[in-house]
């Protein structure tokens, strides 16, 4: 089992954030949801209207509102792709 998280955040507009985490966390239409490495697979919907934070690797933590969109979890890999997003 892996230790770390492949995070990809794309919006409509771009690529928001890329790298390895240690956690993420988003809001989504059922509520909020953790994810740490060997993470059940996993697909929700976001939010309308949520928060996202990130605890990379390398850095200081991340937050970003993310407005819909939806979140996958599947082999240590988390991609969240949402209509819009604050910048990370």
Do not use: C
């Not at 740490?36 to 970003?64: F, Q, S």
């Not at 996958?72 to 990370?88: G, H, Q």
């Amino acid at each position: 089992m892996a230790s770390v998280l492949k995070v990809e955040v794309v919006s409509r507009e771009a690529v928001v954030w890329k790298g390895e985490a240690k956690y993420v966390r988003a809001r989504t239409a059922a509520g909020d949801i953790g994810v740490m490495a060997g993470h059940a697979p996993t697909l929700a919907l976001l939010a309308e209207d949520g928060e996202l934070v990130i605890d990379p690797v390398d850095g200081e933590r991340k937050t970003a509102r993310l407005q819909e969109g939806f979140l996958t979890v599947s082999n240590d890999s988390v991609v969240i792709a949402a209509t819009s997003s604050s910048d990370l």
